[in-house]
């Protein structure tokens, strides 16, 4: 009659894709070690066609796909349709399983069950992780319900009804793959934190390059970084972070407050890494977590201006910002430069 897999707020919530999977390793300690050797890489890219700024880290998209502690099964809607009369027996057998869902469906539903609003319509990615027969209910996540990442019961016919709102041409599962990615955790796995792999990858931050071997088997849809003058990784990110603030003073359109929660999350990480790595002594106890958690406090306050900015609807504080983002910049280089020096290997 009830069913609900563990879960734990996750480290970072910018995107949807990330949120879910932290939220199941959040609740496996041992999963950690995998964590804090990933999430180091910056991207960025502008979306000419829509003159905005769209900002991730990686693992990307498919972030699930590349950890080992869980087992994904991507199965396609015209599958379950063929199998299932209905897809809430489908849901309850795979968490009867032990299996996550992420998937995409119409929130729409759920967001007016939620806060008694009722919204235009809303595809976006959801995860599902646990089920309440005597009280009708699903067990969901997202941040699409209360402005922020949150875990929600929700009627099981709403999400039923969001699900089948959805097309196979209009559903933008990872990276257009369309369907529904079942997550497992895999008990059975063993992982250490890697210090060459985190070397690697700062140092790759550091340069801006972000074109070594490893960074591109993590990039599955080439269009959407490094496209000529479009992109950026790393350090260099900044640059068209700038450029996009600018563009905010000759237009109210391109707000988008996912921009600097990205880069608010990506410090977030790294701040858990440096405490992470000094508790393991992979780092000696110098004052690392202190000035990480400057330049994560830093990136927070930059985030609430740049909220600030976009909740009145004009660029009056573009200038502030970017002055306070080029600092962080400067004060990130510096302190990753430190640490780079310092990883013990």
Known sequence: MKKILPVNYPIATSWPWH???LSILGAYPAADSWVHSNYIQLIGSIVEEQNILVMDFMPGVVDYLLCPWIKPQFISREYIARHYDNIKDFFIEAIDSDAYIFAVINQQYAVKEIIGVDPER???EILIYGYDLEHNK???ADFNFRKKYSFEEVDIENI???YCDIGIDEDFIAHRREGVVLL???KDTRYFFDSILVKKHIGSYLSGSGTDYITRMMVTDNTYVYNNDLGRMGINTYELLYDHLYSLCNSNDGFDWRIPHVIYDHKN???ERIIFMTENKLLDN???????YKIKELSYKLRNLYLK???SGKAYLVNEIVDGYKDLCKKEEQFLGRVYNAIKI
């Open 19 to 21: 949120a879910g999977l």
């Open 122 to 124: 809303m595809p976006h």
């Open 138 to 140: 699903f067990n969901i």
């Open 160 to 162: 039923c009804k969001g």
């Open 184 to 186: 497992t955790f895999n």
């Open 269 to 271: 990480l790294m701040s």
């Open 286 to 292: 110098s004052d690392y977590a202190e000035d990480i």
């Open 309 to 311: 900015m976009m909740i």
